[in-house]
């Protein structure tokens, strides 16, 4: 059964450095999604993006994130000055299926030092 | 802004009872709902959606929605130690797929 990876599963950086959260959505779904879970808090959206352009985003999602589509299959999330606050774990979704569901990737856990 | 509110938890329930999870949505114009489980440290896994008022029932787990009321909540019947887990009431517009997360209710299924 097709399904979302992410990549690193767990990524340490020290504050103030640029990180990249890496995606593969499932192969026939457009529409692409970024939530964050800051530990024992609600899963909050970030950006969707439809179509290699922004569709919505988040207040969270300030000018230090940035999303692309780079080559047709991966989807990835740039942090260009992490923060501490950044310290999440950041899921990929991809929507698809008979009620247009989104399918969760893993994961990846962002600690921030 | 969608708000999606969720009795807090713990709950706890003894192997084989039903469990009652609620969730209630602010947005009357959210239209999908969705019940994802969530392992801790792992992502959201879809249980089941639903976006008609009335019943809807997946094996052992029945979705309720009531948009008058703008409540949804799911059943787990004959509740198994491997139910134990966070529970994730999403709810979603029209328009768009965004979905809008409650903050869980924990679930332990005791043996």
């Known amino acids: 059964e097709p399904e979302v990876t992410q990549t690193p599963s767990h990524q340490v950086t020290q504050m103030g450095q640029e990180v990249i959260l890496r995606c593969v959505p499932i192969s026939n779904h457009l529409y692409f999604y970024w939530y964050r879970q800051i530990l024992g808090q609600k899963v909050e959206f970030l950006v969707s993006f439809y179509n290699n352009e922004i569709s919505e985003k988040s207040e969270i999602f300030d000018d230090q994130f940035s999303v692309e589509r780079p080559d047709g299959s991966n989807f990835t999330l740039k942090i260009r000055s992490t923060k501490l606050e950044d310290s999440a774990m950041y899921f990929c979704?991809?929507?698809?299926?008979?009620?247009?569901?989104?399918?969760f990737g893993p994961g990846t856990r962002l600690t921030v030092l | 802004q969608k708000e999606v509110e969720q009795n807090s938890g713990p709950l706890s329930v003894p192997e084989g009872a039903i469990a009652s999870l609620n969730c209630t949505y602010s947005d009357r114009g959210s239209q999908s709902f969705f019940w994802y489980r969530q392992y801790s440290g792992k992502s959201p896994e879809l249980i089941m959606f639903?976006?008609?008022?009335g019943d809807k029932e997946d094996g052992r787990f029945t979705a309720q929605l009531n948009k008058a009321s703008q409540y949804v909540s799911l059943l787990i019947r004959d509740s198994q130690p491997s139910d134990s887990a966070t529970y994730l009431c999403a709810a979603r517009g029209y328009n768009d797929y965004k979905l809008s997360f409650g903050a869980g209710t924990t679930v332990t299924v005791r043996a």
């Open positions: 979704a991809s929507v698809g299926g008979v009620g247009n569901e989104q399918f």
């Open positions: 639903i976006y008609s008022n």
